[in-house]
């Protein structure tokens, strides 16, 4: 599917918005992504995973600029078209009997504005949110509580630190972020009782489960693909001490 970019501007250091219009023939749940071909040609060969970071006459990304892909992709002009795949994945669950608290870190953050926006807007709901970034010239939202490393913005620290003496069993914790704070998040999820859907990621070949190159372990000694089976996952179900 080819869309047109609408917009595409830096939010913040390294950091791009990208709006492509809206064909409008699907719902995408927060939590899904697009597998996006960088190229009309064929480099880099393999398709770039982003997640959803907003939909309405538009499909929003928020990207990092880490490598050639996301490279490219930041140079691309308004008015270009680039071809998509998706929507893939199966998307966060809203529960609304519990205390909804989002926690993000970095570009983690991005699906969570999404997930923030529908719950807020399309259920009514509310929801708490706390966004971590090293720096205030990586922060590209002002929704929600916002911490930084250095206390250049916001509360100083992480997003965790910002929260995690207030968390409780009827917390229900949607987590996206860096490694070591997922990690995090899923001991205080133990010792506090909370429930957490957490989105994973990893590298991706094909986006379509077939190659198996974006596996993680699970506890029960077997494996799940993130890109069928998740990117959300119950934290309960992944074995943290392998990842
Ligand atoms: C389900 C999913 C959703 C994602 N959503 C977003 C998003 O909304 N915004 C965003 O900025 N990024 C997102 N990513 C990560 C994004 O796909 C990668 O940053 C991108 O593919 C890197 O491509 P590149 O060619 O620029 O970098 P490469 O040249 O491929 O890699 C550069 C560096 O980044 C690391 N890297 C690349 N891809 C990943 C990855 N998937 N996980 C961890 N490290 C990686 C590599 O190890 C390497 O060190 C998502 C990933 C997944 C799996
Ligand atoms: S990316 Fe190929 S199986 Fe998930």
Avoid at 59 to 82: H, P, Q
Avoid at 106 to 129: M, Q, W
């Amino acid at each position: 599917m080819r869309l047109k970019i609408v917009e595409k501007r830096q939010v913040a250091k390294d950091t791009y918005v990208l709006k492509v219009e809206n064909p409008a023939l699907f719902d995408i749940l927060p939590g899904q992504f697009f597998m996006i071909r960088i190229n009309d040609f064929n480099y880099p060969l393999l398709r770039r995973p982003l997640s959803v970071a907003g939909f309405s006459n538009t499909i929003d990304f928020i990207f990092k600029v880490v490598g050639e892909g996301t490279k490219i992709l930041s140079l691309k002009k308004e008015g270009e078209f680039i071809d998509f795949l998706g929507s893939f994945g199966n998307g966060f669950t809203i529960n609304s009997s519990k205390r909804l608290v989002l926690i993000g870190g970095g570009i983690g953050v991005a699906p969570l504005l999404y997930l923030k926006d529908t719950i807020e807007n399309g259920y009514k709901l509310k929801c708490e949110s706390y966004f971590g970034f090293n720096t205030k010239s990586e922060v590209f939202t002002s929704s929600g509580n916002v911490s930084t490393m250095d206390g250049s913005l916001g509360f100083k620290g992480t997003a965790v630190e910002m929260i995690q003496g207030d968390l409780d069993k009827n917390s229900l914790i949607y987590a996206c972020g860096p490694l070591p704070m997922l990690k995090k998040l899923a001991l205080l999820c133990f010792e506090y009782g909370c429930e957490m859907q957490v989105s994973l990621e990893a590298r991706m070949a094909c986006g379509i489960g077939v190659c198996l190159g974006c596996v993680v372990p699970t506890v029960n000694g077997d494996f799940k693909r993130v890109c069928v089976e998740g990117p959300v996952f119950d934290y309960e179900e992944i074995q943290w001490q392998e990842m």
